[in-house]
């Protein structure tokens, strides 16, 4: 397989194309300026990352990929083109990467990332396991980025930088045209242009899906209709082939029916459906997804029953909590269509409370370009704080955003020079019942997040006067940690749940030499701490643990294939299916049976993880433990005493921490190991779940089944709030988004209790619940 070096790995467009790679089994590696969430995500996915450019970095490389913004003189560009490494932008690489697949395309000015990620839903609630790549985290998913197994390829068509042109889709959408991106489109017909040239790449005898409500995307109907490929029309309209019908608000949700005119113009009643999702614009955006769903056809019953529970991409108007009675939210959005139409979803569901719009404005040009737009928007809202451009891959042209105050009206608006002046401000002023939306497609995400911290803050008891001792403690881990050191973090964020409250401080552990550090300095402090993986089998109680987390993602790998037994050595953070990955492209068999397994090799360790007849105890040669009273020591295996989902270290609560696993391997054919691995992951798509979930919940009791034994006692569909027993594999809890773990932990209760009368087997957890339960 090819190694794949991408440059600006933590924006939305590589990071997506990186985790697409790993899936498929490429080495990937990758470099950008800051240690973004995505960078973070792909990082713990498998990536050697790098913070900042050097030309070192692509050693190894068959093809170096950069996004719009590298520009010529990076060093890693430079550095590849002398050693003749082809260099190529997104649009270059996007048909290797969907070879093979029947390509489905989302385009469009606004709605492209919601149409794409409700599709790529639909499709995988429908059993269809599509590869995806989506400009925002689905939230259900928690990942932007997916290699399946089905032909079905979902992407969001990027027009910036004509990336959408390296595509040849076999379903081609566009949700809308409007003006956008004036640094490469100087003109309205330069942009039309471009969308143009996108749906003349749609397949002989490919589809066209237009939004008919939209006046530019009509203009390219004709023009469409004579290059013969197939048109069918979306939208409101009664002409158009899939109608959307009976809009009304349903409380804060919007209800609607779907409408097809088929070739003889009779009209079909295909279904209705609720919208978890605020805001008319996305019935039209599931609109899109269904006419997809219908084209396709697959059963729409089915795919309206999952658009149900789809509940969005983060930062689309993804509400980041509450505290002191204030609402904050956060929206990437960038357009002022964006943000007029979301200041008009808020005012519909927040009717009577004061609407505050945080607009950072993204790029010099747009923002000249659009100014009158941009005033028009902001008008909606009852206050506005205006920040200063967000230049991206612009230069300042001598120009300030503050000049914005005097186009609005008069005490409506106010202007901070930068980030922290601009958190000062709302901390001052804003008051209970407020709702405020941070606009920014750049770095103001951390303002969001920091007011959200402050006021959550400010409703707790201070806690460095009640503890002063934690406080002197922490002033030591900001010392050694910086940046990588989070205070009041809320779990729910870092478990595969999605639920679990609040920890006093959670750090970003990236060597080995971090994670003893901090592990030995809390264990000096007498500070009660875990250390986290991928999240997953773990369930964190709503109020949250007294207690500091580190996240490990010390994921280095070393593959020794030139002794006579060949090894893995693997650090604690490394990503398992990872691993396992990584070792069948050597030739390497025995850990296929990890390749579909969540979690990381400190996890698997500790407690034997396995699945498909096989676990850690077959493959582990040495654990490498950091242990409280001794130090580093390596284990063999046979000293960790591996039992069933067990080891002596956690049977016995050993003070200690997994620094890393080394493996013996078995040389075989790559072909055969991916072969295996390729049934395993087939298996678990078809036997396990989708959704936000721990993995399985209980131990299989001896000569049975867990997930049997509940399923048989009639507990498949079973629900708690917004938590149920899944109807698929009943050893799965599922979070529908908004469960709590109190809700979790309700169902475990009645699983165990029910199974306990009707067979008298007692199940235990596989999972390990952390916190207070009641």
């Known amino acids: 397989m090819k190694h794949i070096h991408l440059i600006g790995i933590g924006g939305a467009g590589l990071s997506a194309i990186a985790q697409v790679l790993l899936d498929k089994g490429y080495t990937v590696s990758g470099s950008d300026r800051v240690a973004s969430p995505l960078f973070n995500a792909i990082t713990n996915a498998g990536a050697r990352t790098y913070l900042d450019h050097a030309a070192e970095q692509i050693k190894g490389a068959d093809i170096v990929l950069r996004s719009s913004a590298i520009p010529d003189d990076n060093p890693e560009v430079l550095a590849a083109l002398a050693q003749g490494i082809p260099v190529l932008k997104r649009a270059e690489f996007l048909g290797e990467l969907t070879d093979g697949k029947q390509t489905i395309a989302i385009a469009g000015s606004h709605g492209k990332t919601t149409t794409t990620a409700m599709l790529v839903w639909m499709l995988s609630k429908l059993n269809q396991d599509p590869s995806y790549i989506v400009g925002g985290v689905l939230k259900q998913f928690a990942c932007n980025a997916h290699a399946g197994s089905s032909q079905y390829f979902v992407i969001e068509a990027d027009e910036y930088d004509n990336m959408f042109l390296g595509l040849s889709p076999t379903i081609g959408i566009i949700t809308n045209i409007e003006h956008d991106h004036p640094d490469f489109f100087p003109t309205e017909k330069d942009y039309l242009d471009a969308f143009q040239a996108f749906v003349e790449r749609i397949q002989p005898n490919g589809l066209a899906l237009l939004c008919i409500d939209d006046p530019l995307t009509q203009k390219l109907t004709d023009v469409i209709t004579k290059s013969g490929i197939r048109v069918l029309t979306y939208g409101v309209s009664p002409q158009a082939n899939y109608q959307a019908d009976q809009i009304h608000l349903d409380g804060v949700q919007h209800r609607f029916s779907l409408k097809k005119r088929d070739e003889d113009g009779r009209i079909l009643e295909l279904g209705s459906q609720t919208l978890v999702l605020p805001g008319k614009?996305?019935?039209?955006?599931?609109?899109?997804?269904?006419?997809?769903?219908?084209?396709?056809?697959?059963?729409?019953?089915k795919a309206l029953s999952a658009l149900q529970s789809f509940t969005g991409t983060q930062r689309r108007f993804e509400v980041l909590g509450e505290a002191d009675g204030i609402t904050i939210i956060d929206d990437y959005g960038h357009h002022p269509t964006q943000l007029m139409v979301t200041l008009k979803a808020a005012q519909q569901r927040y009717p009577g409370k004061r609407i505050w719009a945080i607009w950072q404005p993204h790029t010099y040009t747009r923002t000249l370009a659009l100014a009158d737009d941009f005033t028009r928007a902001l008008k909606l809202a009852d206050r506005v704080l205006v920040l200063p451009v967000y230049a991206a891959r612009e230069k300042n042209p001598g120009y300030s955003a503050e000049q914005f105050i005097a186009k609005l009206p008069q005490g409506q608006a106010a202007f901070s020079q930068n980030l922290q002046s601009a958190a000062q401000t709302l901390l001052k002023t804003l008051q209970p019942d407020d709702v405020v939306i941070f606009f920014s497609a750049g770095d103001a995400v951390e303002l969001s997040q920091a007011v959200m911290s402050a006021l959550k803050r400010k409703t707790n008891v201070d806690q460095a006067a009640n503890n002063p001792s934690k406080s002197i403690l922490f002033d030591e881990l900001r010392a050694v940690f910086g940046t990588k050191m989070h205070e009041n973090v809320k779990m729910a964020n870092f478990t595969t749940a999605r639920v679990g409250g609040p920890v006093p401080a959670l750090i970003t552990i990236f060597t080995l030499e971090e994670l003893t550090m901090a592990a030995q300095?809390?264990?000096r402090n007498s500070t009660p701490f875990i250390v986290l993986g991928s999240g997953s089998n773990i369930l964190v109680s709503d109020e949250g643990l007294d207690a500091v987390v580190l996240h490990n993602r010390a994921h280095n790998v070393k593959i020794d294939t030139a002794s006579e037994v060949p090894t893995i050595y693997a650090e604690s953070g490394a990503i398992l299916s990872t691993v396992a990955r990584q070792s069948a492209l050597r030739g390497l068999s025995g850990l296929e049976w990890a390749a579909p397994v969540p979690g990381t090799v400190g996890g698997a360790v500790y407690g034997n993880a396995g699945a498909h007849g096989a676990d850690m105890a077959a493959n582990l040669k040495m654990a490498e433990i950091l242990h409280k009273i001794n130090g580093i020591e390596n284990w063999p295996v046979e000293k960790l005493a591996y039992q069933y989902r067990s080891s002596l270290l956690k049977r016995e609560k050993i003070p200690c921490v997994i620094l890393s696993g080394t493996f013996s391997m078995v040389r075989s054919s790559r072909e055969e190991a991916w072969e295996k691995i390729n049934a395993f992951q087939t298996r678990r798509r078809e036997t396990q779940p989708p959704g936000a979930s721990m993995g399985s919940v209980f131990k299989n009791p001896s000569g049975d089944y867990a997930g049997r034994l509940i399923e048989d006692a009639g507990l498949k569909g079973r629900r708690v709030g917004r938590a149920m027993i899944s109807p698929q594999h009943a050893n799965f809890i599922i979070n529908l988004e908004g469960a709590t773990a109190q809700d979790i932990w309700h169902l475990i209760k009645i699983?165990?209790?029910?199974?306990?009368?009707?067979?008298?087997?007692?199940?235990?957890?596989?999972?390990?619940?952390?916190?207070?339960?009641h």
């Not at 997804?289 to 084209?295: E, G, M």
């Not at 699983?751 to 207070?772: C, Q, R, Y």
């Open 281 to 301: 614009h996305n019935v039209l955006n599931a609109t899109a997804a269904l006419a997809v769903i219908d084209q396709l056809g697959l059963p729409m019953d």
């Open 521 to 523: 300095l809390l264990w």
């Open 751 to 773: 699983a165990k209790e029910t199974v306990k009368d009707k067979f008298g087997i007692n199940l235990e957890p596989e999972i390990e619940m952390l916190g207070d339960f």
